[in-house]
């Protein structure tokens, strides 16, 4: 599993409330990814980093913020939550030659 | 716009058959092309993946089969077991900076 943790596993919100999501990696990787999933449309990325505080937008961007303050972790931001990012968030890393991609365990997100 | 479109959708195969998923591709950029496996409320593990120099790669019972010119790949499961079923996913990356994934297939292997 590359030594990737997501925090939390689970969590229910409501509309309009900021929610942050924490993936954490034990390994030292420099490229690090979030994806939100959904049925139907597979994996789409939401923001990625390839250091501290480097960071770039993915394809679905719209709505969310993310930090690198440290290499270890990374965090993703619903600024305000809205019932459309209902979903299953996934930290990803890739390897040093940046030719494998490892994927944390998921955040099932609610937000009502 | 999807950057790797994936068939089918879902994927019933008898134990022992050839379970096939097919995967094309727009951008002749892509230099990189992995198939991730998922199980229900685990994140995707990377199962086998391919680089455009080469049309084949074997690994068990796993085959990337890959047409430069059709913009096409494929992952051909041989001998499929019931262990296989899973959702399985192309994806496809430019200097491995970005993935773009495909929608999934849902495989059910029968006993």
């Known amino acids: 599993d590359a030594g990737i943790t997501q925090s939390p596993r689970h969590k229910v919100t409501e509309t309009g409330t900021p929610v942050t999501l924490r993936c954490h990696q034990t390994e030292n990787h420099r490229y690090m990814y979030w994806y939100r999933q959904d049925p139907g449309h597979g994996l789409r990325l939401i923001h990625y980093s390839y250091g501290v505080k480097d960071t770039d937008k993915g394809e679905v961007s719209d709505g969310y913020s993310v930090s690198r303050s440290k290499t270890e972790d990374f965090l993703l931001t619903l600024e305000s939550a809205t019932s459309s990012q209902t979903s299953v968030y996934f930290c990803?890393?890739?390897?040093?030659?940046?030719?494998?991609?490892?994927f944390g365990p998921g955040t099932r997100l609610t937000v009502t | 716009q999807q950057q790797v479109k994936q068939s089918p959708q879902s994927l019933i195969v008898q134990k022992g058959g050839i379970s096939i998923i097919n995967c094309a591709y727009e951008?002749?950029?892509?230099?990189?092309f992995p198939w991730y496996q998922q199980f229900p409320g685990k994140g995707p593990a990377l199962l086998i993946a391919i680089r455009p120099d080469v049309s084949e790669k074997k690994e068990g019972r796993f085959t990337i089969s890959f047409n430069k010119s059709a913009k096409q790949f494929s992952l051909h499961i041989m001998d499929s077991q019931p262990g296989d079923s899973a959702t399985y996913f192309c994806a496809a990356s430019n200097n491995f900076n970005k993935f773009y994934f495909g929608s999934g297939t849902k495989l059910n292997v029968k006993p």
């Open positions: 951008n002749t950029a892509f230099d990189y």
């Open positions: 990803a890393i890739t390897t040093s030659g940046r030719d494998e991609q490892y």
